[in-house]
């Protein structure tokens, strides 16, 4: 086995991620959820290419936009037929709010239109953009990992753990139930590896789930500690390489 090796938040979320194809996806899912590259010249004359990362937490779409290294969450996420509009108030000009509203041209591509807004009122734009998502063939190395664990009084779980690496670098995408993101501060030492993943829960209130095991060939074995709804419990889990 190729051990993969864990990165922190900023690198984690500049990973290109649609490769995941687990059936628990619909259709749109397997189209739109992954790492997207955009661009786009704003109405200042300034070219851009945002990177932006889609995910699923229940029947909800979520995305971050990356801005200096660092995942910014869109604070609206729709889907209306097959348009995906996306809206955010970006750190850097807190003044605006700014809206992406794209819609899939093949596969891997969008196209679609850029807006902005004041806050004030007085002051509008607009243009056009287009983006491409990274594809499985992109990366130098891919590797799946089916992890499970059992919570008492309800049943057990599990979760599907994507790896891969690009130009030297590895990045990961947790897919369980009921939450389809990428994962965040991994580490590892030696055999013992670290991840965690953070989510909402469907009323709002934050969950976290906290993996620490130790990697044995293509075996993983540890425990999971969750904090969601001011509650917290761990609980044993074991994962295999499956692909």
């Known amino acids: 086995m190729k051990r993969f090796v864990f990165v922190g938040m ?53 995305a971050w936009s990356i801005v200096n290294g660092q995942p910014e969450p869109f604070r609206s996420v729709e889907l209306r037929d097959n348009r995906l509009i996306c809206t955010i108030d970006p750190s850097e000009q807190p003044d605006v709010t700014v809206t992406l509203e794209c819609s899939l041209i093949g596969d891997n591509h969008c196209t679609g239109t850029g807006r902005y807004r004041s806050k004030n009122g007085g002051e509008t734009g607009e243009w056009t953009l287009k983006g491409k998502r990274f594809d499985r063939a992109d990366f130098d190395e891919f590797s799946q990992w089916e992890v499970s664990y059992e919570i008492p009084d309800n049943g057990t779980q599990s979760a599907l753990v994507t790896v891969v690496s690009l130009d030297g670098k590895q990045y990961a995408w947790y897919q369980g139930r009921d939450h389809d993101l990428p994962a965040r501060d991994f ?34 074995t540890g425990d999971v500690t969750i904090k969601a709804g001011g509650q917290q419990g761990s609980f044993p889990f074991k994962g295999s390489q499956s692909l």
């Open 10 to 62: 900023a690198l984690v979320f500049l990973g290109p991620w649609n490769a995941l194809q687990a059936e628990t996806r619909t259709d749109t899912d397997r189209q739109i959820l992954g790492v997207w590259q955009m661009q786009f010249t704003t109405p200042d004359g300034v070219a851009r290419d945002p990177v932006v990362v889609l995910g699923k937490q229940y029947d909800q779409y979520v």
């Open 187 to 220: 580490s590892l030492d030696g055999d013992r590896v670290e991840m965690v993943v953070v989510g909402e829960l469907e009323g709002g209130e934050n969950v976290e789930a906290a993996f620490k095991g130790v990697l044995s060939g293509a075996s993983v």
